[in-house]
């Protein structure tokens, strides 16, 4: 969850990234389309010290809601690398911005590349909706 607005109210403190700025949520609607799919996802994964078989994912949802200044992006895939939804966001509040193109996350997935992204989001604002396992995982 975004608080997109100059002052941020007491009660959202610590519980919404605080974006200080005007968004463009159009521009950002337009890059989310680009990251839907299995894609290598190693730009937007930060090591967190150990390694992984693969960093290929498939995000099966990316949308954008907005009740200004209230924004929400929702991703949902079939797993998450470390760190990969805060940067997610991060590179797509980046080109509400105005500081990079729609376009520019599909060049970033391309790179495979931890440096191509803009780095990570704050962890305000972050919340793990549901978590989904095939059966039978718990039958018994």
Do not use: C, I, Q
Not at 55 to 67: G, K, P, W, Y
């Amino acid at each position: 969850l975004l608080w997109n607005a100059d002052e941020l109210p007491p009660e959202h403190a610590g519980r919404v990234w605080h974006v200080h700025g005007d968004l463009d949520l159009d521009a950002m609607e337009r890059a989310l389309p680009h990251l839907v799919g299995e894609h290598d996802f190693a730009s937007f994964a930060s090591s967190g010290g150990f390694e992984r078989a693969s960093t290929v994912r498939t995000l099966l949802r990316a949308e954008l809601a907005a009740d200004p200044p209230l924004v929400a992006l929702t991703f949902e895939a079939d797993a998450f690398l470390y760190k990969m939804v805060r940067s997610l966001v991060r590179a797509v509040v980046r080109v509400g911005e105005g500081k990079r193109a729609a376009e520019d996350v599909a060049a970033m997935l391309r790179a495979r590349d931890r440096s191509a992204a803009p780095g990570s989001a704050p962890a305000s604002g972050l919340y793990l909706d549901a978590v989904r396992y095939d059966p039978p995982l718990f039958e018994e």
